[in-house]
């Protein structure tokens, strides 16, 4: 980051990830001390609010558990309250790499959103088998609607500039999938522009991420509902009436 580079906000959504969320707010602050990083703790049951802001970071405490979606959503809200002009979504539990927030942060000079992207060239993450087929699909389905290559719809690790802030805030579902690809698609038919910036995932470094085939296959038949529903819904209000 130069001196003329903007205000970015880290939101870090985390469901009971005491384990994990010092470590990752740590992390943030040694890639560069001048993100501010807000924790938006999603109904946890554990100490993840605690050990957030014992590591340094701005704590928001839902009442309950929303959802990465409603974790999100108030997430731009405090963005777009505070006037950050830049804001990226970073989860706690260690798989996206603090490193890689300024290339991804860089890549809004061209575009509204920018989304790290794990099947572009870089790194070792694989899907396998159902799983694979939905990540393929939702790609190239969302690479028509957006008119660039996407690779990687349903990655998380992804930044807003100011008018997708002002979008999110505006319309960010938080059902399932709908943090990624209903938001995305919703964004794209408000005249917002997309791009990706390859990155290589980590594993998770405590607490097991759901896995196996059933869930693989039940993961594909809500994928293809998720895409389905998002894009027949009708086109969210266009981003300028929300402007201030």
Excluded at 32 to 50: C, E, F, H, K, P
Excluded at 202 to 207: A, E, L, Q, T, V
């Amino acid at each position: 980051m130069n001196e003329q580079a903007p205000r970015v906000l880290v939101i870090v959504p985390a469901w009971n990830e005491g384990e994990n969320v010092a470590e990752t707010v740590h992390e943030i602050r040694a890639a560069d001390a001048r993100y501010d990083v807000l924790v938006v703790d999603d109904g946890s049951v554990d100490d993840t609010a605690s050990a957030a802001r014992g590591a340094g970071a701005s704590v928001l405490v839902l009442p309950f558990n929303l959802g990465v979606g409603g974790a999100m959503r108030a997430g731009f809200h405090y963005a777009l309250r505070r006037g950050y002009s830049a804001a990226i979504q970073v989860d706690a539990d260690g798989q996206h790499n603090p490193a890689d927030i300024a290339q991804i942060v860089a890549a809004l000079a061209s575009a509204d959103i920018a989304i790290g992207a794990r099947f572009a060239d870089v790194g070792t993450y694989t899907a396998r088998g159902p799983r694979k087929w939905a990540m393929v699909l939702l790609g190239r389905v969302l690479s028509r609607i957006a008119r660039t290559r996407l690779t990687d719809v349903t990655s998380g690790f992804r930044a807003a500039g100011p008018r997708a802030i002002q979008q999110y805030v505006a319309y960010y579902p938080a059902e399932y999938l709908g943090d990624t690809v209903d938001s995305l698609v919703g964004a794209l038919r408000a005249g917002l522009t997309v791009t990706q910036v390859p990155v290589a995932m980590r594993p998770r470094r405590f607490g097991q991420p759901s896995q196996g085939a059933v869930g693989s296959t039940v993961y594909l038949l809500r994928s293809a509902f998720a895409l389905l529903m998002a894009v027949t819904r009708p086109a969210s209000s266009n981003v300028k009436e929300h402007q201030a």
